[in-house]
């Protein structure tokens, strides 16, 4: 009885698993098949919006070329009037001068008949003046004809090649992809942003240029956020916990027109920007609060994060918008906690970078020192926690491995702390003014 107890068991058990496996099979199969109706979605959307692209860019080209043909037409009919006018205008002139001699000649001619047949007693008088008349009219000036050869025989010269250069430009014009040449591959969160990274997909296309757009899920229109060469893109203003969508194309190297979109993907980010404390006198703020500009104030000291939003494993970034004069006291760098009093963060508890490159760890300089900070420049944070002794809630030793990078050069070295800090404040001290930065 045990035995048929636990063989029933058995194949309770075994029917469970079985009935598991088919929902979760189950769940696969109809997961692929919203995946085969979004593709063939997608397909359908796209060939409709090519038809409708291609119709109505051929129907503008259509509309296009035939108003230039109308109006070269015109100019060469125009040109053709201006031609017979200027050319029938002098024969006009010659004809009404050969019809008032011929007029003149005919009165003559009735003149002269009617003195021949008159009066005997008017007879040598009427002759006598038809005579003097005929002397003034010098009946042998005639004016001159052109010959056919001297006057202008109108024709048109019509190349044929046009319609031969015509048709084979319009033959290559336009071309019908299946897929973008380019692709969103990746999407890193950061505070208040997102890393957007993307990939060629066509080998046999060369890239010059990408461009890269976005929207709120919620708007109707992208906009341009990135053009440029590179294969990723930090995309600020982002408001965390919001889907966005972006779209990237390319521009063929020698080529003026861009790609076809890449499909459309949508991205988020749920970490909150990094923002300056906003009252400190001696800094103005952006609106976002994430750019402080050293003002002409006379009050020095550290100007700290909002909250400790730099956490270990992420990268911070400083860049340098306008530079001013430079003090070796100015600080840019992170810190366990807020101390005021203090005019930079070349102190314990913190570690920086100064304007003119060098290091300090616990207000201590290194050895080690990267470039000077100038307009443009971008100084990068990136630690990553190593737990030192028993794991603890109240604390214990901990190091930060801290990489500072800044114009290509990096410094790596150990951070430690009597405590353990997963995330971080932020700060930045100038003595003078004109210096701005953006932190992200």
Known sequence: GRGAEAEARLLLQEARE??????SYRRELQQRLRGLHQARQQIRESATLTRDVLEQHFNDLKGTLKKLLDERLMS????????????IKPLDECQKLIEHGVSTADDLLREGESAICGDVEQHNEKLCSFTKKALHIQLDSLPEVPSLVDVPCLSAQLDDCLLTILRNQIFRHGTVASRPPVQLEEFVEKPGGILVRWCKVDDDFVPQDYRLQYRKSTASHFEDV????????????????????????ARGDGRQEWSPWSVPQIGRTTLVPHEWTAGLEGYSLSSR?????????????????KA??????????????????????????????????????QRDKAVCISTNGAVFVNGKEMTNQLPAVTSGSTVTFDMEVVQLGPPSTEGGNFKLRVTISSNNREVVFDWVLDQCCVSLYFGCSFSYPGWKVLVF
């Open 308 to 345: 400790p939003t730099y956490f270990c494993g992420q990268t911070l970034t400083f860049r340098i918008e306008t530079v001013g004069q430079p003090d070796r006291r100015d600080s840019l760098g992170v810190c366990v906690e807020q101390q005021n009093g203090y005019d930079s963060l």
């Open 226 to 249: 990135y053009v440029g060469s590179e294969t990723e893109f930090i995309v600020l203003h982002i408001d965390p916990n919001v889907d966005y969508q972006f779209r990237v194309c």
């Open 76 to 87: 060469l009919l125009q040109e053709v009037d201006a031609i017979e006018q200027d050319s």
């Open 18 to 23: 079985s009935i598991e496996a088919a929902r």
């Open 289 to 305: 609060r994430n750019i402080a500009l050293r003002n002409d104030s006379q009050s020095c000291g550290v100007l700290y994060s």
